[in-house]
């Protein structure tokens, strides 16, 4: 999954993992974001990951999600990563080749922000079927939105769609939809750039609250039905 700043990326790859699981599903959720890692903070994964016999052995959640991020190989999860960018691409790529994935249904690959290394070698070295775009309805987010589609493209990477996150808060006491950040332009903005919309996600702060104490696989976000829907097809038809 592609991401662009702030836009609630890693929250949207690890409850779509949630969901594929609840569906049944052999899930798995590769950590890109190596400078930034937040998937195991998701679920309340302290455990380390350990290897044996040149390969490395992915953590499994509470469902039976299994995760390989850079968080569960440093003996303190606050260090920060200083690598340049041809180090960390070549770690992704460890993490596809190396890792003992075992059986899977889906590997969701959660993505740094950008156009960089990591990106480029993700595109070139692991075989993607479609890539699922974050944005936000924030103006600025688009011209984001815009390089990576158009680098998939460019890289001959199927683009499933794109996923509106934050894009309004529901009123408690009448159901409206109030656009905190602004009206969403994404309808508008996908016929230009001939996209689809999977979805647009309202903001819940529970659901924030569980993620921020490892208990993402207790959201329950109905909004997300046809999101998983779409993804499920998208897979049925890789």
Request: proline residues 5%; contains cysteine.
């Amino acid at each position: 999954m592609k991401r662009v700043p702030g836009v609630g990326k890693s929250f949207i790859t690890s409850y779509l993992a949630v969901s594929l699981a609840r569906k049944g599903f052999k899930v798995g959720i590769l950590d890109a974001d190596v400078t930034g890692p937040s998937i195991p903070k998701a679920f309340g994964i302290k455990e380390k990951a350990y290897g044996e016999n040149n390969l490395i052995y992915p953590i499994s959640t509470k469902t039976g999600i299994r995760i390989m991020s850079a968080n569960l190989l440093l003996d303190d999860e606050s260090d920060p990563i200083i690598w340049r960018g041809v180090l960390l691409g070549n770690l992704v790529k460890q993490f596809y080749e190396d890792v003992l994935w075992g059986e899977l249904d889906y590997l969701l690959i959660d993505m740094p922000p950008g156009t960089g290394d990591i990106a480029l070698t993700t595109f070139q070295t692991i075989p993607i079927d479609d890539l699922i775009i974050v944005t936000s309805p924030q103006d600025l987010v688009s011209l984001v939105v815009t390089k990576a589609i158009k680098m998939a493209r460019m890289m001959k990477i199927n683009v499933l769609g794109v996923v509106e996150n934050m894009s309004y808060l529901k009123c408690p006491k009448c159901e409206e939809k109030i656009p905190v950040f602004g009206e969403s332009h994404l309808d508008e903005f996908a016929k230009k750039l001939d996209f689809k919309v999977l979805g647009k996600l309202p903001i819940v702060s529970e659901n924030a609250t569980k993620v921020d104490n490892g208990k993402v696989e207790e959201v329950a976000l109905p909004e997300f039905d046809s999101i998983l829907e779409e993804v499920i097809k998208g897979g049925e038809e890789a």
